[in-house]
């Protein structure tokens, strides 16, 4: 058993002062106050969410896609050029490195577990492992080495495109018809089975670029319990196209054609109506919004403010994992929707400010997005949390809402991360991962042999 006291937390009931939470088993066991023996102290104590949405492997390209493009304009589709290019390289032990490394970063921002939207499954020629789930084990192994939380998302990617061609280039390490996804599926879930007890596992629909209409189905039912992530609706283009081919816009076409409830989560959403925002939020599905990469492949802006005054449920993933940052990653969301609408404090509500209302959408929706028994300091539930240190400029003389409106908006949320749990597994300490050594010399050397080919 571990306890925590902390001076203040906050908890499903609201902020408390002077509270111990105990751990068993990873689990939440029981909250007292005023506990006259405890194992570790922090100032302020808070639930660790879920980073919903990663590619783990595209961290490696960060700084490597930044110089503008022979044709003079460059786009996401240009981007994604690049990201096949760098494909080219990646082996299972590139991906366990650097897999190991994106986690440990995400750690020490405060990420406690993260859903990993995981598509690169064969080798550089499309060919298959001799084990098919070689790269789901790597990243697998990566999340065990590291102590993440981890919900597993094994891609399905049929297709090029709408018009049914071929995968050509990087996307053939992608490709599975739906019986060979089938088994990768099964091996991937029995990989997950013999992980630790918080790891779970999911599916993910590609798009309705690469998944064509008939095989979305098949695919559920491949995974008939757990979460079902798809990108939806991310870049003008892609509208078209899937308009082009279904006669109806991407969002437009699913919730009309597919039985979206609150096991699914759609990634981006960046490119949709008023009235598709709204019939979204009456799902009860997820909208998985990553402001930093949306921001740097110039996608757009998600409706924030209408989606979530209907009632919607959002959270925040890295993606391409450019730059992991928690903090402004929901700073990055709210100004998008100040600029878009000219207005200040767009999310807050009467009773929750404006960091508030992000950190706790976050928590529960990232959650329920992962499949995740977390979300909240509360007993019964894994001991997903966050040590902050108020011992600074920033937050000495904060508290309740103010500590999240400061760590969110002062710019220097990340330096007052003192200690990270996930599952009760106490991974960062003074805002420094337990084996931070190890892991970077190990991506260092990594580098190194991909820029040599790249």
Not at 173 to 178: P, T, V
Not at 272 to 301: F, H, K, R
Request: charged fraction near 20%; charge should be negative; hydrophobic fraction near 40%.
């Amino acid at each position: 058993m571990q306890s925590i006291h902390a001076h203040h937390a906050l908890t499903p009931k609201g902020w408390q002062k002077d509270i111990t939470v105990f751990i068993e088993n990873g689990q939440i066991s029981g909250i007292r106050t005023r506990a006259d023996t405890f194992d570790k102290h922090v100032d302020i104590l808070l639930p660790a969410p879920v980073n919903l949405h990663s590619h783990s492997f595209q961290r490696a390209m960060s700084g490597l896609t930044e110089e503008r493009g022979p044709q003079g304009q460059d786009s996401f589709w240009t981007w994604r050029q690049l990201m096949y290019r760098f494909l080219d390289s990646l082996t299972p032990d590139h991906v366990r490195a650097i897999s190991e490394f994106v986690f440990m970063e995400m750690l020490e921002a405060g990420f406690a577990a993260v859903a990993e939207f995981h598509y690169l499954h064969h080798d550089a020629n499309g060919k298959q492992y001799n084990n098919l789930s070689e790269m789901a084990a790597q990243i697998t192994q990566a999340a065990t080495n590291s102590g993440i939380g981890l919900t597993l998302l094994p891609v399905l990617y049929i297709q090029g495109g709408c018009d049914g061609r071929h995968l050509m280039g990087g996307q053939r390490r992608f490709g599975c018809d739906l019986d060979l996804f089938e088994k990768l599926f099964t091996q991937t879930a029995a990989g997950i089975a013999n992980a630790p007890s918080d790891f779970g596992v999911g599916v993910a629909p590609h798009s309705l670029r690469a998944v064509p209409p008939h095989a979305l189905s098949r695919v559920q039912s491949i995974c008939p319990g757990g979460p079902i992530h798809m990108h939806l609706a991310e870049q003008i283009n892609e509208v078209d196209e899937v308009f082009a081919y279904l006669n109806a816009r991407p969002a437009e076409w699913l919730l009309d054609n597919a039985s979206i409830d609150e096991r699914w989560c759609l990634i981006h959403c960046t490119q949709i109506t008023d009235q598709e925002t709204t019939q979204l939020a009456q799902t009860g599905a997820v909208a998985g919004l990553c402001p930093i990469t949306e921001s740097n492949l110039g996608d757009g802006i998600f409706n924030g403010h209408k989606f979530f005054h209907a009632g919607g449920k959002f959270g925040i993933g890295s993606d391409s994992n450019i730059h992991i940052a928690l903090w402004h990653e929901l700073a990055t969301l709210e100004y998008s929707q100040r600029l878009r609408d000219q207005s200040r404090a767009t999310l807050a509500l009467s009773d929750r400010s404006t960091g508030r209302v992000l950190f706790d959408s976050t928590n529960t929706s990232g959650a329920q997005a992962a499949a995740r028994n977390s979300g909240g300091i509360e007993t019964g539930r894994w001991a997903d949390l966050i040590g902050i240190s108020s011992d600074n400029e920033m937050l000495c003389h904060c508290s309740n809402d103010r500590i999240l409106d400061s760590l969110i908006f002062s710019g220097r949320g990340h330096t007052c991360v003192s200690d990270v749990w996930s599952a009760g597994r106490h991974l960062v300490t003074q805002g420094r991962h337990k084996d931070r050594d190890r892991i970077v010399k190990a991506y260092r050397n990594v580098l190194e042999k991909l820029k040599q080919k790249i």
